[in-house]
């Protein structure tokens, strides 16, 4: 009970409390308002009061006298300045909407701590209250509430000191930009979603388009999105700093969602005191109902709403929220939201991470291209490893199951490092296997069973005693070392494979300073790239190098692609959940399938679903180790130049690429390096999918596509629904994509014409099916460890050479209006012609095929369209250019072409139209000879017969060729020459 004597400033306390007279004091304070004097009776405190605005007291005592009355009962906290705006008329809900924005601010805007806000706001305390009301305004009616916003502006511009005037101007643009509130459902949690896109240019490095963020007093969340068709997870975050943590990863999704139909999101939130399990579900469930809020559910149907229809909004687990999915999906159904139980991947009726091993999978399937290439298999072969995770964990634990023969000399878990300096592999796998069971620590490994001189030691231990078995193993000369230095050591060992299946950045470049890296938890035993002598990194977990010192350990030899690449599967897998569930619940709602049955569905297509994701952690690291061989420096900085251009969120300097003068630098024996074909890739991938979304109508076959994604029998059962799909158009663009950039690489992208661009798409896609390509590819990569790696590289970079060559010809014919279904009718016709010249045709393999009809196959565009012209035998019409192509030598010609390495742009160019002249003269040679004459049934005679028309001329350049092919080193000027003499000819 208070009361309070306006005419003494006496404030009367019931003694019924437990909060002391300096409390009681500081919690004043809070109001500017002073204790003068203190009489205390059996009953109840009097205090006396030096308050400066009696009347304003009086008008909202009763604000000033709930917060008093609850922080004296320990239901608020008594340390809190916005307390002042109490003057205000803020009751405390009000004053929670400020301490919210404030909390929003002190993330998003690293410049200014909490109290410099706090400070700010009081002293402008007047602004401040006509930004909230205009709040309260925008979101309480759909009205014009813009007519404020001048007066706001003009108050924010007249203030006088610049650090002051940021901060209030910035909070006035959050709630400018803010798109939707829960404030008025009046919850314990108070949300807001904000077009943080607005905000880019106050702000630094990548940032979301889109996030929501959650306030509660118990704990603070953040969810950030690309678009409103993005994925990630949900995240429980130790850091203070919890934004820029969720901001880094949603960076790593991003470009990890390359692959996947969604966008990159991430989401997390910090909770301010240790909570029990109990109180961990229920802040979880307090943040996932909050963000529901924010997007289109029955209950939210008369928000008010400043932003486009928001239906597809998804989360998954992430550290500490494993176990979470099922609680998440039961409150998305509860609120009737459209997704159901597809909101949460991974959940008891979805594809658990941990339960498929699917990361681990990926990742180590990624890895092994680097083991290819070393020509070993990092499934079946001896590997040493050094790894950071625990058995317990699902990426590290199930990573260390996939090879029995794995030697791990050591693991750094959060807490423990594990050593095992000559382990037993048979008898160190059943021991991984049983903690991995268990759910158990290195604590829990049997002693016994580890080899002499190893052990389970603690990170904080202080004096570690080294045995000589560790000393030999690990290169140690010490008898004693700290947890810490211990790590570094292992870090820096000789092995095999560095394996990062935990959370945490353990590796930065030479130059960097560990006080500009966010982690902080492992900065002090955080080793430097350029000392890592493991043969091969693996990134099974997300940001553990730095970009930077990705860069340098692979300019130091190193294996290494990029987080994004090694451990994608695990949101690939979610995604492929989603959008099977999509479906199934359409079909649920249309009492065509029960929930059991869908289960059943979803169960059964398990391994059919891994073996697609799979595929993706196959084709990605393959595409690089091309790149590898096939781009050069001109072709690297036009598809960078591209990429800025054309993608806001690429820019150079985000991800640590030089200025095209020094893109060597990035260069080791003469070739890009991976990390930085990777980052290319993954950004490719998302402007062309970006290109295919915007033109998708232009695009035709695109609905095969739609078929290609889903398993094969899957969608022959439902394909009416999953032509209905609610994201079809995304997952044509998402299919279309990685089809062409796995396959053929990021050189698709170079000398980026927008005009032309989806004409290309379109002809590499009729070709591609043309020639029989994926069964091609397929029986290459089956070659794995059976032939040499090179010569597999070899092929397939000859296929897309051919592919390249008859799409260049095809492309500019699609854009004279060429109807592109005529090619594709012809597929049935080029098979016969193949079957008749193949007595056993059934067992002839496509890449035999391929590598005997290669130089045909780049002309093949061409021929059907001469058959469909001028009606002769498609068969005939193929001899007529196989006898044109030996006659002038063009494969041998077509082939010292690619062997010459470009110098500059200008021989870059030149090159190209070398090869686009000798493409002319080819096709226009034969068409010449079919408009003139042309003898089915001699077809030499026909060809010599053109030939006698300049008979002198063609003899010399006949002779040309024949000299130019007896040549070891032949020029780009020479056969420029010859190309010429042969278009001129044809002119004359």
């Not at 604590?443 to 004096?463: Q, T």
């Not at 494969?891 to 090159?911: D, M, V």
Request: hydrophobic share 40%; net charge positive; charged share 30%.
């Amino acid at each position: 009970m208070i009361k309070f004597n306006k005419n003494t400033y006496e404030l009367k306390i019931n003694k019924n409390f437990n909060a002391s007279v300096t409390t009681l004091s500081k919690l004043l304070d809070n109001f500017n308002i002073q204790i003068l004097d203190i009489n205390k009776n059996k009953k109840s405190l009097i205090l006396k009061l030096d308050i400066n605005n009696i009347e304003k007291f009086e008008k909202n005592k009763k604000i000033f006298f709930q917060i008093i009355n609850k922080a004296i009962n320990n239901e608020i906290t008594y340390n809190c300045k916005l307390y002042f705006f109490a003057w205000l008329g803020f009751d405390l809900r009000k004053i929670s909407l400020l301490r919210a924005f404030v909390k929003y601010q002190k993330q998003i805007l690293f410049e200014f701590n909490e109290n410099d806000i706090i400070k700010t706001f009081i002293k402008h305390n007047d602004i401040v209250n006509l930004i909230i009301n205009y709040f309260l305004e925008k979101f309480s009616k759909k009205a014009d509430y813009s007519k404020n916003e001048s007066e706001i502006e003009q108050k924010i511009n007249k203030i006088q000191l610049l650090n002051e005037f940021k901060i209030i101007n910035f909070f006035y643009l959050i709630i400018k930009y803010t798109l939707r509130t829960n404030y008025f459902f009046n919850k314990e949690s108070i949300s807001f979603k904000i077009d943080t896109s607005k905000l880019k240019p106050f702000l630094f490095s990548i940032q979301p388009n889109i996030e929501s963020f959650v306030y509660h007093e118990k704990f603070n969340g953040i969810h950030l999105r690309m678009s409103k068709i993005s994925r990630g997870g949900i995240r429980y975050s130790t850091r203070i700093d919890f934004r820029e943590e969720i901001k880094d990863l949603m960076t790593a999704q991003i470009a990890k969602n390359a692959i996947i139909v969604p966008g990159g999101a991430k989401g997390g939130f910090y909770i301010f005191s240790i909570p029990t399990k109990e109180e961990f579900k229920k802040i979880y469930s307090l943040f996932i109902d909050a963000l529901l809020d924010l997007v289109d559910t029955p209950d939210t149907k008369n928000l008010i709403k400043y932003d486009e229809k928001d239906k597809y909004f998804v989360v998954a687990a992430d550290r500490g929220t494993a176990n979470m999915s099922d609680i998440a999906n039961k409150l998305a159904i509860k609120r009737g939201f459209n997704l159901k139980d597809a909101f949460a991947s991974g959940g008891e009726n979805g594809y658990s991470h941990k339960k498929l091993g699917i990361t681990a999978k990926g990742a180590l399937t990624a890895a092994n291209r680097h083991f290819i290439e070393l020509n070993n298999n990092i499934f079946t072969d001896k590997i040493s490893v050094i790894g950071v995770g625990s058995m317990r964990g699902d990426v590290f634990g199930n990573g260390m199951l996939l090879n029995k023969k794995f030697l791990l000399l050591a693991a750094i878990s959060h807490n423990e490092i594990f050593i095992d300096p000559n382990p037993n592999p048979e008898i160190a796998y059943k021991e991984r296997k049983r903690l991995f069971a268990e759910e158990k620590g290195w604590s829990d490994y049997n002693k016994n069973l580890i080899s002499k001189g190893g052990g389970v030691f603690k990170r904080d231990e202080k004096k570690i005693i080294i045995s000589p078995e560790i000393k030999k193993v690990f290169n140690i000369e010490s008898d004693y070392l700290s947890g810490e230095e211990l790590i570094k050591y292992l870090l820096k060992t000789p092995v095999d494979m560095l394996y990062f299946g935990g959370i945490g950045t353990y590796v930065k470049s030479s130059e960097e300073n560990n006080l500009y890296i966010s982690d902080k938890q492992n900065e002090n035993i955080r080793v430097n790239a350029s000392e890592i002598k493991a043969k091969v990194i693996c990134e099974g977990a997300n940001l553990s190098l730095t970009q930077k010192a990705r860069y340098e350990y692979a300019l130091n030899g190193g294996k290494i692609h990029l987080d994004s690449i090694d451990n994608s599967a695990g949101v690939n897998i979610s995604d492929y959940e989603v959008n099977l569930k999509i479906t199934l619940n359409t079909l649920i709602d249309k009492n065509l399938l029960t929930e059991k049955e869908k289960n059943d569905i979803l169960k059964n297509l398990t391994n059919e679903v891994i073996e697609k994701v799979l595929k993706n952690n196959y084709l990605q690291p393959l595409r690089i180790s091309l790149d590898e061989r096939k781009v050069y420096k001109e072709k690297l900085i036009n598809i960078i130049e591209i990429l800025e251009k054309n993608l806001e969120i690429f820019k150079r300097e985000n991800f640590s690429i030089p200025k095209n003068s020094e893109i060597e630098i990035l260069f080791y024996k003469n070739k890009p390096i991976k990390p930085l074909l990777a980052l290319l890739l993954l950004y490719s991938k998302i402007f062309l999918k970006e290109y295919i979304l915007k033109n998708l109508k232009k695009c035709k076959y695109s609905s095969l596509f739609l078929k290609n994604y889903f398993p094969i029998k899957f969608y022959n059962s439902y394909s009416e629904e999953i032509n209905n799909h609610l994201l079809k158009n995304e997952i044509i663009a998402t299919q279309i994509t990685n089809d062409i950039l796995n396959n053929h690489g990021i050189s698709f992208i170079s000398n980026y014409n927008e005009k032309e661009f989806n004409y290309k798409i379109t002809a590499y896609i009729i070709l591609n099916d043309l020639i029989n390509a994926d069964k091609i590819r397929n029986e290459i990569y089956s070659l794995d460890n059976k032939i040499n790696y090179e010569k597999q590289y070899e092929i397939l970079l000859e296929l897309e050479e051919v592919i390249k060559f008859a799409s260049n010809w095809l492309k500019k014919e699609l854009e004279n209006n060429l109807n592109p279904v005529m090619f594709i009718t012809y597929k049935e016709k080029l098979q016969n012609i193949f079957s008749k010249k193949y007595k056993n045709f059934k067992n002839k393999k496509n890449i035999e095929i391929f590598l005997e009809w290669k130089e045909i196959f780049k002309f093949i565009p061409a021929i059907i369209y001469f058959e469909h012209k001028y009606e002769f035998k498609l068969e005939n019409i193929v001899k007529l250019f196989e006898n044109t192509l030996k006659k002038f030598k063009i494969n041998k010609l077509l082939h010292s072409i690619k062997e010459i390495k470009p110098k500059n742009r200008i021989e870059k160019n030149l090159k190209e139209e070398v090869e686009s002249m000798i493409e002319y003269f080819v096709i226009t040679f034969n068409e010449e000879i079919l408009k003139n004459g042309f003898d089915e049934h001699n077809i030499n005679n026909s060809i010599n017969k053109f030939l006698k028309i300049k008979k002198e001329e063609y003899e010399k350049i006949i002779k040309e060729i024949n000299s130019l092919c007896k040549e070891k080193n032949k020029s780009l000027l020479e056969i420029s020459h010859i190309s010429n003499s042969l278009i001129l000819n044809l002119l004359k």
